[in-house]
């Protein structure tokens, strides 16, 4: 039985087994559905302890109003499910809002943001057996490639072994790749085309199989030049979504464009959905669902 959103914390302290419950009962689908395209909201942000949206610091640190903004969003049609960490995940099977959706688990969280280690990204988050154990359906990782940190080097390590375990529970796995370095302290991704297909080029190899794998990628600088930067691989690809600033319109475009190319199956988006610069989540939402 769902509860409701002020109700989860007397839950949790009184009845943590209602968690594993709710997991074991929530009624599963395929990853790819009626539709042929995959439509997914993104809330793992605020575990790496990036929460601000536009000049809102701490936009996401209400987790009342976040949750209520990824129940709308899961409510509306076309949206297939969710990525988020286990706390949100958790609140949301709780809520009973899962039934029906993919549900993706997020798995590295340890580089948080504007941590010295931010590179070194261990996996904090779900393992392959949490997500096998709660029937979730599939696994997200990011892997951020610094030459120049070696730090990279170990989270490249993780993230292969990472991609082993969860194609010997034949469950899929998507892998954001950037190349990425430090400017002025602050870690920056590398959208150039030549970035985004070397990125492409290293995620792919990765692993003892590539079977369970698909990419996560970014919608380069330049539009155009998508089509060629996924000619790199054969694997199925989603978009990012990422913040879009004042120009959403722009950023509907982009999306748009990149998303008639033959290896793109769909978007993960997060915050220009649940934090629309203009508009509400329902409009934010319809108007991306739209684009598939």
Not at 231 to 242: F, Y
Not at 274 to 289: I, K, W
Request: glycine letters at 10%.
């Amino acid at each position: 039985m769902s509860i409701s959103i002020p109700d989860l914390t007397a839950v949790r302290a009184r009845r943590p087994e209602a968690i594993a419950e709710a997991a074991a009962r929530r009624v599963r689908r395929p990853l790819i559905g009626d539709s042929g395209r995959l439509m997914i909201v993104a809330a793992d942000h605020p575990a790496r302890g990036a929460l601000g949206v536009g000049d809102r610091r701490l936009a996401m640190a209400d987790r009342a109003d976040l949750l209520e903004r990824l129940c709308i969003a899961l409510s509306r049609p076309g949206v297939d499910g969710v990525l988020a960490t286990a706390d949100i995940l958790e609140d949301l099977l709780l809520l009973g809002v899962l039934d029906d959706k993919v549900v993706m688990g997020s798995m590295n969280r340890g580089g948080l943001a504007g941590a010295v280690f931010e590179m070194d990204d261990r996996f904090t988050g779900h393992r392959a057996e949490d997500i096998e154990r709660l029937r979730f359906d599939a696994g997200k990782l990011l892997v951020r490639i610094d030459y120049d940190d070696p730090g990279s080097l170990a989270t490249l390590e993780s993230t292969a072994r990472a991609i082993d375990d969860m194609a010997a529970r034949r469950l899929p796995l998507f892998v954001e790749p950037f190349i990425s370095r430090r400017i002025d302290g602050k870690v920056r991704n590398d959208l150039s085309a030549e970035a985004v297909t070397r990125s492409i080029a290293i995620a792919s190899g990765l692993g003892g199989t590539s079977a369970y794998t698909w990419l996560k990628l970014p919608v380069t600088d330049d539009p155009d030049d998508m089509a060629e930067v996924l000619e790199t691989s054969t694997l199925p690809v989603v978009l990012l979504g990422g913040e879009v600033g004042d120009d959403q319109e722009g950023a509907y475009e982009r999306w748009r464009k990149a998303l008639r190319l033959p290896t793109v199956q769909g978007m993960v988006v997060g915050r220009s959905l649940l934090y629309p610069a203009e508009g509400s989540v329902e409009q934010a939402v319809d108007t991306a669902v739209g684009l598939l």
